[in-house]
């Protein structure tokens, strides 16, 4: 219960202290605080903390234990303080309570068990920072700073499913040019009747690949602009396109197929958000199986899409509370996430001694 117990306080004082992306330093300090107070050394960069649960050896295996403390800003819908941690019902409310708070504090009571224990691999703990916007400040920049790892277990709210594949993100800048002319003659090349064309294609494209666990990739297009005077025709028509990329491709990859089709220009704003999945044979995915744990793939974008090594997404909580107004965790979800992390530790050592 100690476990439980603390890691409900630390939940309670962490959803008390808004921490918007970028603006994490305070919750920071509660996590790094909760640490050192179990005498337990803390590195920290920018707003990112971690720590070591046993002293670093290279011969060994590293797993990652990941999650963030930054939140979303509370939208309109909520009727309970959302900086209030408020108990009913076997509930905990509070914004950020569900996304990320239950699998966070779950996660560093797992990594407090193993806490000094001799394992068969270097355990790391990872609070990072600003998973929301996927920022730079975030664990990107911790990442070369960290010991490579074999595998990052990162939590987030899954009903305790194995997500064992995310979607990536790609968003595109496109640009289509016709020729400028007066509206009320038969002069210039519309852009926006060019950009038709393609919109056209975007509505019905299909990509090639499909992913065994994430399905189709999928291109949206989201924004449009063209035109600045009722009787000038545009010759630049300019509109965004939103790529949810499955692990079939890379983003290089699923851009070169779109640039294939479509006729305007296209940039992407970054290359960064790449999809990714459990390599076949990796022994996590024989510890699920053995777990019995549901595996699937993942639409929705966490941090794992910036961490370059296998990862599986793992937690406590309901993704569909995650940014919900009155957003909140079940008391029991957390109990059940501090032992399932422990189960799949320490099933995951046992099975790592029975190969070596």
């Not at 990739?217 to 009787?231: F, L, P, Y």
Request: charged content about 20%.
């Amino acid at each position: 219960m100690e476990l439980y117990d603390s890691a409900v306080e630390l939940l309670n004082r962490l959803i008390e202290i808004p921490s918007y992306s970028k603006e994490e330093s305070s919750t920071a300090e509660v996590i790094e605080e909760f640490f050192t107070a179990r005498d337990i050394e803390v590195h920290k960069s920018g707003n990112n903390i971690w720590a070591f649960a046993n002293l670093f050896d290279k011969e060994k295996p590293t797993i990652w234990l990941n999650s963030h403390h930054d939140t979303v800003k509370p939208n309109a819908g909520y009727t309970k303080d959302p900086f209030l941690a408020i108990t009913e019902d076997g509930k905990l409310y509070g914004l950020g309570s569900n996304d990320a708070g239950g699998p966070l504090v779950s996660l560093i009571a797992a990594f407090s068990h193993f806490y000094g224990q001799d394992l068969p691999f270097n355990l790391i703990m990872i609070a990072s920072a600003e998973e929301e916007i996927s920022g730079k400040n975030g664990i990107a920049s911790v990442i070369d700073q960290l010991p490579a790892c074999d595998l990052a277990i990162v939590g987030e709210p899954t009903l305790m499913g194995m997500a064992v594949a995310e979607k990536g993100l790609m968003v595109i800048d496109a640009k289509i040019h016709g020729k400028a002319g007066h509206a009320a003659r038969e002069e210039g090349i519309n852009a926006i009747y060019l950009a038709l064309e393609d919109l056209q294609k975007i509505r019905d494209f299909e990509f090639l690949k499909v992913s065994e666990f994430l399905g189709k990739t999928k291109v949206s297009a989201t924004v449009i602009h063209s035109g600045q005077q009722h009787n000038v025709v545009p010759d630049l028509c300019e509109f965004v396109l939103d790529v949810r990329v499955t692990d079939a491709y890379t983003l290089e990859e699923a851009l070169e197929e779109l640039k294939d089709s479509l006729s305007a220009e296209l940039a992407p704003r970054s290359l960064r958000l790449q999809s990714s999945h459990v390599p076949e044979g990796h022994l996590i995915l024989k510890v699920g199986q053995q777990l019995g744990l549901k595996t699937y793939g993942s639409p929705t974008l966490s941090d794992q899409a910036l961490i370059p090594y296998p990862s599986v997404k793992i937690g406590p909580g309901d993704s569909a509370r995650s940014h919900s107004a009155d957003e909140f965790i079940y008391l029991n979800e957390i109990q059940n996430g501090i032992e399932g992390y422990i189960q799949l530790l320490e099933t995951y050592a046992s099975m790592l001694t029975q190969t070596n």
